[in-house]
């Protein structure tokens, strides 16, 4: 039976971390550099840490050399614990039920694809006791384009099933456009959520193939995932 690969965001789509993964940011920012800010012209919605570091560093005139990389993401990683434990962030509705059920499921296989650092994105579901559900992925170390993530995580899919994966079989789902082109480019199928800052307009506007306010009614998203589901809404 061939499996249905199904590739998750994090931030907005899983969890709301209460905005931990930018507060650990600024404050790597302040120790290592120094720098106390502004920040809020810097997007990162739907965007890889890689790129948002890199505007971060333009933004700020840091040299972009791989010295001043490897002391700002030692030094995000070092706070992005104590950022979770204290920026008060939740488990998004419905979520450890839809996972649950996924995983139940010997047909089915669950992966990530996320702009969040590997580390950084293993730290945040540890946090969270999401991290058993997901063993590959797509993570935002290297790449500033998602749609090259999502090629990334494609391939991981495929190495981890050890057999080629039709993009028919993949569903992306995230709370962004940006996930929802990313899944285009892979040739899957999308699922829009609007529990991120996005809302079910501008989502809709993106043709995702599902469209939900939130995933509270966990039997229609396992439905839409596996196939069972008549329409998109």
């Avoid at 709301?16 to 940011?25: C, E, L, R, T, V």
Wanted: include cysteine; aromatic fraction near 6%; charge should be negative.
């Amino acid at each position: 039976m061939m499996s249905t690969v199904c590739l998750f965001d994090i931030d907005g789509t899983l969890l709301n971390s209460g905005g931990a993964g930018q507060h650990a940011m600024e404050q790597a920012l302040l120790d290592v550099f120094g720098v106390t800010g502004p920040y809020e012209d810097i997007r990162a919605a739907g965007r890889t840490d890689k790129a948002i570091t890199t505007d971060l560093f333009n933004h700020h005139k840091i040299d972009l050399s791989e010295e001043n990389w490897n002391s700002f993401l030692e030094s995000y990683l070092a706070h992005l614990p104590n950022s979770l434990a204290t920026q008060k962030g939740n488990v998004l509705p419905g979520i450890v039920d839809i996972l649950n059920r996924l995983s139940e499921d010997e047909s089915v296989s669950l992966g990530l694809l996320t702009g969040n650092l590997r580390v950084g994105a293993d730290v945040k579901l540890q946090h969270y006791k999401l991290d058993h559900h997901f063993e590959f992925g797509g993570f935002g170390d290297v790449h500033h384009n998602r749609d090259d993530v999502a090629r990334l995580a494609l391939q991981e899919a495929i190495r981890h099933l050890d057999c080629d994966v039709p993009g028919e079989t993949v569903w992306v789902i995230g709370d962004t456009p940006s996930d929802v082109t990313c899944g285009r480019a892979i040739g899957a199928r999308t699922i829009a959520v609007a529990t991120g800052i996005y809302d079910a307009k501008v989502l809709r506007d993106a043709k995702p193939d599902y469209l939900f306010d939130d995933f509270s009614d966990v039997a229609k998203v396992v439905d839409c995932l596996m196939g069972l589901a008549n329409a998109a809404e």
